[in-house]
């Protein structure tokens, strides 16, 4: 048996983008990237999925607005987002969700580094019944 690697920047799949649901459990460690372990680290394991590459997240969720799925705290690379802890995905209430109006879907407020208080930095909010 022989085994690939899989460039998945190169492959046809498409990337996710705020505010889309996502329906999967588990997912690509966005503050290591996958690797497990911390860019110029030194083999220091990532805090956040604990070296295992991936994380679980129940859903439904959606991309983190405020790190844009970074998981990391511009400009700093060093420390977690503060919505996502870290993960790159947020988790929501529902599927019928709609870009917050107070944020425009952001995850923060024009002109201030905060998350936004409508939606907490997801950017999305639960449609009411219109």
Known sequence: MTWQTIDLSKSNTRRQRP???????????AFCRGTGYLSGGKGIKCQVCRGAGEVKVESPAVICAYCRGTGKVEPRTTLTCTVCKGVGVVRVETTEIKTCPTCKGRGRKSGSSLPCLSCRGSGVIPKENE
């Open 19 to 29: 505010g889309e649901v996502l329906t999967e459990n588990v997912y690509r460690c």
